[in-house]
Structure formats: C-alpha cells, structure tokens
C-alpha cells in the first residue's frame, strides 16, 4: 500500500509538565500531541494522516551519557494498524517531519533516530516484520550512508508490535565510548558506535532529545510514557543535622535497592528515611520491568547543630480525635506535604500522610519526617428493630461481637450472644476506645394462633350472618381443611386451603341446594398458624332460623 506524505506547516507548540518531584520537567509538544498524564503522551490518535512530536526544551550535550527508560504503546491493530515511532536527537525543538511512512522525523535533519516501524513500505526496503533501526538526517530508508544500523525485528520473540500493550524501551548514550544501544522488550537490539557529534550534527554537541509519531492512510494511537531519566536526577544532595533524617524518593521501577544500608529504615523500598551518624553517599539501583538496573546518588552531609523532627510512628485516632504535632526548631522554616499547613505547630484530625520538611536558616541544615493517619473504625451498634414483636414460644437472638469493645447490658451482664424469651426492655452497651455505643430493643410476645369461628350464624338472607366462615387478625397461615357435621354425624360442608375472612366461600346453611334445619353443628378445623404450629380442632356453632 503506497503511503501519501503531508507536512505539517502550522505547529501547536505547547507547554506541559512531565513528571512530578525531583523529575519534574516541561517538553515541547508539536502537532497531534497531547499530554495523558503527569508521565505519559499520547503522539497519535486513531485519525488518517496524523503527525506529533515531544522534545525536551532543554538542549543536553552529547559529550555527557545519558540513560532513558520509556513504556512504548503502538497501538491495537496490527494488518489495518500504522506507522510507528521514532526516539530522536535534532537541534530543533519544534521540529515535525513528515506523516505516514515519514514517522514525523522525516525530512528532519540533522537528526538522529531509533525508529519503531510498524508498517512495511516496499519502496523504503522495509522487511515484513515490525523492525527497529538506527537511522541519520531524517531518512526512513533502509539503504545508503543514513542507513546506520538494523533494520532488525523489533521485538526478539514477536514480529508484531501492535499488540494493545505497552513494551519498555531503554536507550543509552555511552559518550566516551560513542556508542547508543536501544534496548526493547527487555533485550538488547541495536547499538551504533560513531561520532555522531562531527558526522551528524558538525560538531555541535547540543541536541534537544524526544519522540515522534505518524500516521498514514492507516493509523494506530500511539503513546509513550516515560519512566527514568538519567538527565533528570531524581536525587538531590542535601545537608542535614546530626541526630536529624531526610526523606528520600524515587519512582520508576520495578524494585529498588540501596547501598550502604546503614541508617536506612528500609533499604528495597523506593521511599526511604536517611538518618546516617555521618556524611554518606548513597546509591540506589532503580530496577526497570527488564530487571535492568539505573543508577542514581545522594551525597547525605551531616553537619551543624540538632534540628531534629519526628513526628512519632503512623497511628490510628477516633474520628472526633486530633493530634497536635510541634516540630518547633529555631530559625527554622517548615514546609507541609498539605499546602495548608503552615508553622511548626499543626492540628491533624483527618486521615492521610502528613509529611513536613524542617529547614534551618542560621546553618545548611534540613530535617524532614511523615506520619500516616487513620481512624480507628467505630463499630454500628445496632440490636434490631426498636420495637420487635413475637410470637410465644420464638427467641430472640441478639449478637454484639467487635474487634475493639466488649459489649453487656445495663445490669452489667456481659455477652455476645443472648436470646430473648421474655417481654421487656433490653438494653446494652458497648465499651469503645472512642466512647460508649448504646442501643435497646423493646421485645413483645403475643399469640400467633389466634382464629375466630363464629358461635352462630343465621341464613335467612337478610344480607346479614348469611353464612358461617372462619375469620382471623393474620395468624392464619393456611387452612388445609374445614369439615362441618351435623349432630348424627353427617357431613355439611367440607372444604381445602380455604383462605380467611371469606364470607363468599364459608357454608350458607344448603346441602345440596337444601336449608338444613335450625340446631346445633360440629365444625372440625385443619389449620397452619404463623407461629409454625399446625393443629386439629373442632368446636360447634348454632344455625339460627
């Protein structure tokens, strides 16, 4: 598939923050990129014939190394998916190159790349495979004197990039040596040595590095995030009191190591609390996700009088509670994680980590410290509904077991399970660090099997005691059978899983279409009651004429 190429005249020139702390930095953005995040840049989208790029705004000099470590993001789609991206060196800040088979360094020279391409242009000598190679002045073609080193398959174990997963790539600068080596994927796949600075770019050292990205008549989002940078150190040197502690921290790998560990609270931790006896230089190995590690040092010089800050170990408070932290020290100036903090006396009620950095200004001195916050959780003390009514014979069972509070009732009975099988007022208690928790519960018993079977009925028509039914307040759960009988035996009237209160289905004093005469009748009752109880009973009833 041939690619149309279209340069970008018009440039978006954009400032963002790159990285929080210590690698805080800003970087030229041109074209379609946008920032993502604090780390990470989108150069792409999924749009036809896009081109972004990304530079540091500060020119860095070749004649020093250098150590990068992104996460590379090509995209989900691989057949319909395109072009790829390219890690650059150029004099240009805002400098763009071409779309498509360009890779937006295209046409940019003097440059350097490392060029991830994820499409193949015949006419560029492209192999099949999703590749890497060192390229010169802008050139996307695998032939001639630009042609520096590869094209080689990107990955070492896949011939696609596209796979919807960010790949960590790692490019060094060794400057004496004048040699750049492109890790990707945790392997290392080219390395160029020359004199890039003569050859390339004529003897100035001073190049802005960065990415870029294209797309062409197909296209991928495509994204870069960066993890460690050894032209941005993470560490400062700082000078600290005796007996005093200074907060250390990195971020960006995958683990961490220390040396020396001696006045380390925990040496394989990425934030770490100094507090050495003397003047130390630390270094820590930042392992990347390839179990590479970076390096970086802090020179920790203890000198000058005390000024000593602790804020005590992470703790747990009442919700109602605070703490009142004085890190008063002469001369000093304070700094609190919480812009809203100020001074060396602080109230803290709210959870969190309060951090503060103690500063000194008579001598170099600085001490810093951090708490974490919690509240202590207070239990929901609930025994049930206030007012809880049964039927004779249940229990009540009420249960009260915490973590923290021992719980007994008002006659100072202590329990965690209590079941109830007397009316009355329970009330109970609860013991908390953070106070008294209490709740009662008022319990009644009634009768659950309750039914009312008339003692008469008359059925002259009247519209009034037409018919004899059974009839109950909601005990009844279920009638199962209902049989009426005359004196001799003889049976009235029979019925199943009659309901109550049903006038229209009770006996109207026939059978068979015949009135039975006035007397005395024997009713025999089948029932189920909301107490669980099923009985048998029987009574009379008069039928009145």
Avoid at 37 to 48: K, P, V, Y
Avoid at 71 to 91: N, W, Y
Avoid at 225 to 242: A, G, I
Avoid at 314 to 331: A, G, K, R, Y
Wanted: hydrophobic share 40%.
């Amino acid at each position: 598939m041939s690619r149309l190429i279209q340069i970008l005249s018009h440039l978006l020139l954009v400032l963002f923050s790159l990285l929080p702390g210590s690698l805080s930095a800003q970087y030229f953005l041109n074209g379609a990129a946008v920032q993502t995040n604090d780390s990470c840049f989108q150069l792409t989208s999924e749009t036809l014939f896009e081109v972004g790029s990304i530079w540091f705004p500060e020119k860095i000099d070749l004649r020093n190394s250098f150590d990068l470590v992104m996460d590379m993001f090509f995209g989900c789609s691989d057949t319909q998916g395109a072009d790829g991206i390219v890690f650059g060196l150029q004099p240009v800040s805002a400098s763009v190159g071409e779309a498509g088979e360009g890779l937006g360094i295209g046409g940019v020279s003097p440059a350097l790349g490392v060029e991830f391409d994820t499409f193949q242009n015949t006419n560029r000598n492209d192999p099949t495979f999703d590749h890497v190679a060192i390229m010169a002045n802008g050139s996307v073609t695998h032939s001639g004197p630009n042609n520096l080193a590869g094209p080689v398959q990107a990955s070492a174990t896949a011939a696609n990039i596209e796979n919807c997963r960010f790949m960590p790539l790692r490019v060094t600068w060794d400057a004496p040596a004048q040699t750049l080596k492109v890790y990707f994927d945790c392997s290392l796949r080219l390395e160029y040595t020359g004199d890039i600075i003569n050859d390339i770019f004529g003897g100035d050292p001073f190049v802005f590095y960065g990415f870029a990205a294209a797309t062409g008549g197909l296209f991928n989002r495509q994204e870069v995030c960066f993890r460690f940078n050894s032209l941005l150190k993470q560490l400062e040197n700082v000078t600290m009191c005796p007996g005093g502690q200074v907060l250390l921290d990195v971020f960006g790998g995958d683990r961490y190591e220390w040396t020396p560990v001696a006045g380390l609270d925990d040496p394989t931790a990425p934030s770490v609390i100094a507090s050495p006896d003397t003047t130390t230089v630390y270094t820590v190995s930042i392992f990347d996700a390839c179990g590479i590690p970076l390096l970086d040092t802090v020179r920790i010089a203890v000198e000058g009088d005390s000024a000593f800050v602790k804020l005590g170990p992470d703790t747990t408070i009442c919700p109602q509670d605070f703490l009142l932290f004085d890190v008063s020290t002469p001369t000093a100036v304070y700094e609190w994680s919480d812009p809203t903090l100020s001074g060396p006396v602080i109230s803290a009620s709210e959870i969190g980590i309060y951090e503060v950095t103690v500063t000194r200004q008579d001598i170099i001195c600085e001490a810093s410290d951090r708490i974490e916050i919690d509240h202590l959780p207070v239990p929901d003390f609930d025994l049930g509904p206030t007012d809880t009514t049964l039927c004779r014979g249940d229990l009540l069972e009420l249960t009260a077991v915490f973590e923290l509070g021992d719980p007994f009732f008002e006659d100072g009975r202590p329990f965690d399970t209590l079941y109830i099988s007397r009316p009355g007022r329970y009330r109970a208690y609860v013991e908390h660090p953070c106070g008294t928790l209490t709740d009662q519960v008022n319990v009644i018993f009634e009768n659950c099997h309750q039914v009312y079977l008339p003692t008469a009925f008359s059925p002259d028509g009247d519209g009034v005691n037409d018919r004899w039914f059974p009839q109950d307040g909601g005990d009844v759960v279920t009638i199962h059978r209902l049989s009426i009988y005359d004196r001799w035996g003889g049976q009235m009237y029979e019925a199943s899983e009659l309901p109550t209160n049903a006038p229209s289905l009770g006996w109207d004093g026939l059978l068979n279409g015949e009135p039975m005469p006035a007397g005395t009748y024997i009713w025999v009752l089948d029932a189920s009651y909301r107490d669980g109880s099923r009985t048998v009973e029987q009574g009379d009833f008069v039928l009145v004429r």
